[in-house]
């Protein structure tokens, strides 16, 4: 299907905006932040970096209390590579606001794998496979989950997977055809170095399914098809763009090292009947919810399913060199999801979020394969091949988009979310508290709520399910938040948390008093 | 139908863009994806405009390159200026760098064709 450059570029424009305007449903109407816990230490560093106008060196207090163990190589500093979290910062140096430009940057970074896909696809196959592709991207479950829940960075991260594998082609491709343009190969090197400080697991994904590419491309080709000169180079660009943030750079590596805490163990390996397994027999240790796991609700329709085979065969079947690129992708990505084979701890069900990105043009190659016999039809070849189309269009509008919607339309509803009340408490215990408080909570709701409460108020909270009287020895004040729990009816929890405050606090300080939250400095 | 170069393009681009983001983010969300686009591409594209690329490509590899290269640079000099002048100071840093390659590359072409003649 030909499409005029300049029109295809508007699709394109128009694609990605509906994508965003969908993705940002959350936050368009309530700009209160929610998500998970990972979600508040992401805004947290951006938060301090602009609030100090400074880059972050040592984690301040509020954060080092959680996170300041989370760098290997060395403690109390960022645990990631400061990029992706400044670029939260300038957002909100931008937009002249805490959370919303914070959303917002993330909803972009987050959904920027549509335009990777589209891209990359559009350059191997068309247009037409690279605009269904993108199109079901809008709506995969697999990404908006993690995307709401919170796991930032590494949205993004695998944004870079599919370009690198390009960059990759494009130069060998130009050494096989003897008019070498070794800037693909710079770029191989400059994107990967990138992918890195995004998010270091997503690298490995990018890492892995180029050694496949290269295997891949040696088996076929049987010849040498790279410069050494310039894939030296190459390297050396990537290291040293990745030595610029050595200690977050060398965190990565002390974690891979024998001895790390992502080296594969004896103890962890599961048994081999995984390799014949997708999905099946991963354990996510209770962080995610069964669904995280079914394709039906994270992919798409079952009947997907069959178009998925045919594009997998196809590719196989064909193994033209666009195709490999596309195996390698899969078989990288089957390598990372199978990784408990060989003990890799903990997490790996979390690769099973980059498989929609490879799954989809599949289905769309599986699905323009089938309509490839239309020509048999004659004149009326046309109307059937874009009929189909514009079926599968609507039938996954009122599937995956439905549900996409809806999930993405009701994310963090009412006091799943930090209320306005809260939001004030933590803001004026940001303005008000010392800065090495140690608050305790009561009654807020989930832990993501109150983890979002210690970051919006840069101060460190204290949140437990089951009161505990030993937590209690260093803190220095007590929250006492109703607001939750009288919104909801829950008049015992209510009763026993007055109860407490009545017996315990009679000699404490309140020194807030708003909307059914105090908070008292103890005596 | 109205011809469209490249410019005019970007700018009806730009401007599908920013009514958008006005919409459905107000004056917050048009001021964050605005900046996104002056700061964390222009200067890439210009630097990549000097290789031989597509297009498509020189679009896209600004776009991946840049939002991340550019806060690279915000942080590493936040050290000595400040987050807030940094931004600054690392978009003149890397649109100076776009130029400075096209004059050399201009300068290598015209020796070229110099020696040639």
Sequence with gaps: ?523 | MVNLGKKELGILALILIGIFSLIFFGFTGFKVVIGFIALFFLPFYLILDNFDLEEGEKIIFSLFIGVVMFPSLVYLLGGIFGIRISIIVSFVVFVLGGLMIRWFFSRANKNTSDDND
């Design chain 1, 1 to 523: 299907m030909r499409v005029d450059r300049k029109i295809e570029f508007v699709f394109v424009v128009l694609l990605y905006l509906s994508c965003l305007w969908l993705w940002s449903l959350p936050f368009q109407k309530n700009s209160l932040p929610y998500g998970e816990v990972d979600a508040s230490s992401h805004f947290a560093v951006a938060d301090y970096m602009t609030q100090t106008d400074k880059p972050i060196g040592l984690l301040p207090y509020y954060i080092d209390k959680r996170y300041g163990g989370d760098n290997d190589y060395k403690n109390h500093v960022l645990w990631y590579h400061p990029p992706y979290h400044t670029a939260f910062s300038i957002a909100q140096i931008m937009g002249g606001e805490r959370v919303l430009p914070v959303f917002l940057a993330n909803a972009i970074f987050s959904s920027i794998v549509l335009l990777s896909v589209y891209f990359v696809i559009r350059k191997m196959f068309g247009f037409l496979p690279a605009l269904l592709s993108g199109f079901l991207l809008m709506f995969s479950m697999r990404d908006i989950m993690a995307y709401l829940w919170g796991q930032w960075p590494e949205r993004m991260g695998f944004a870079y997977l599919p370009l690198v594998l390009y960059c990759f082609y494009k130069y060998a491709r130009s050494y096989l055809d003897k008019e070498e343009k070794p800037i693909y190969i710079y770029l191989t090197g400059i994107l990967l170095a990138v992918n890195f400080f995004v998010h270091p697991m997503t690298f490995l994904h990018t890492a892995a399914s180029i050694f496949i590419l290269v295997i891949l491309l040696f088996a076929k080709e049987r010849k040498l098809f790279f410069n050494l000169k310039h894939v030296s180079l190459a390297i050396v660009i990537f290291l040293v763009i990745i030595s610029i943030f050595p200690l977050q750079t060398m965190n990565v590596v002390v974690r891979l090292l024998p001895g790390g805490k992502d080296t594969p163990t004896e103890t962890n390996r599961v048994s081999i009947s995984r390799l014949f397994m997708w999905a099946g027999g991963l354990s996510a240790e209770g962080s995610v919810p069964d669904s995280y796991f079914s394709y039906n609700q994270m992919i798409g329709p079952y009947w997907t399913m069959i178009l998925l085979f045919l594009g997998v065969f196809i590719i196989f079947f064909r193994r033209n060199e666009k195709d490999i690129v596309l195996i390698s992708w899969l078989i990288g990505l089957y390598f990372m999801v199978h990784l408990d084979v060989i003990g890799q701890p903990g997490r790996v069900h979390r690769s099973l979020s980059a498989s929609a990105q490879i799954f989809y043009p599949l289905i769309v190659l599986g699905l323009l394969y089938l309509l490839s016999y239309s020509k048999y039809l004659g004149k009326y070849k046309t109307y059937l091949k874009y009929g189909v189309i514009a079926i599968f269009v609507i039938l996954i509008m009122f599937s995956s988009g439905k549900m996409a919607y809806s999930q993405l339309k009701g994310a963090y509803g009412g006091i799943i979310r930090v209320t306005p009340y809260q939001y004030d408490a933590a803001e004026w215990m940001k303005d008000n508290l010392p800065r090495d408080s140690e608050v305790y909570q009561f009654g807020t709701l989930t832990m993501a709520k109150s983890r979002w409460m210690w970051m919006l108020s840069d101060t460190y909270i204290i949140y437990r399910d089951i009161f505990d009287e030993r937590d209690l020895v260093n803190a220095t004040h007590i929250l006492m938040d109703y607001s939750d729990r009288a919104a909801i009816g829950d008049k015992n929890t209510v009763d026993g948390m007055q109860s407490w405050e009545k017996e315990n606090l009679a000699n404490s300080t309140l020194l807030y008093n708003k909307n059914n939250i105090r908070v008292y400095q103890r005596g």
